[in-house]
């Protein structure tokens, strides 16, 4: 009798030290963890570039007396934030539920680059169900 196998692919559990993670949610606050600020060199701010073509979200670091640049909020010991409502209306990046970048990364230019295409729900919400 033949065995019909599926297998897992996803691998196991990575440590979060070893972890990227961005992720952006329906108020538009991008969240990063501390493997993200270290590729952002612990940045006090940050510019916010969006490339329509291939939606992806640019992440640069600066100065915090850039006036182009987004404060960088340490909320807790290993999560910082960025609010980028002004940034994600003017370019109509529309989030309904917290979604985390598959993989964001750093490019040759410096640029942490977070592609809208490939995100994951990772929203604790359950969504009520309509009245009829």
């Not at 949610?25 to 969006?50: Q, S, W, Y």
């Not at 410096?110 to 295409?117: A, F, I, P, S, T």
């Amino acid at each position: 009798m033949a065995t019909h196998w599926k297998f897992y692919r996803g691998g196991p559990t990575k440590a979060a030290a070893e972890v990227t993670n961005v992720s952006i949610d329906a108020r538009h606050v991008i969240a990063l963890n501390r493997r993200a600020m270290k590729l952002l060199e612990g940045a006090e701010a940050v510019v916010l570039m969006f490339e329509e073509q291939n939606s992806i979200i640019g992440i640069v670091p600066t100065n915090k007396l850039n006036p182009e640049g987004f404060p960088v909020l340490q909320k807790h010991p290993c999560t910082w934030i960025i609010y980028a409502a002004p940034f994600c209306r003017h370019f109509r990046i529309s989030v309904d539920r917290t979604e985390r970048f598959d993989d964001p990364r750093l490019d040759d230019e410096g640029v942490l680059r977070l592609d809208l295409k490939h995100t994951h729900n990772v929203s604790l919400r359950k969504r009520r169900a309509k009245a009829a």
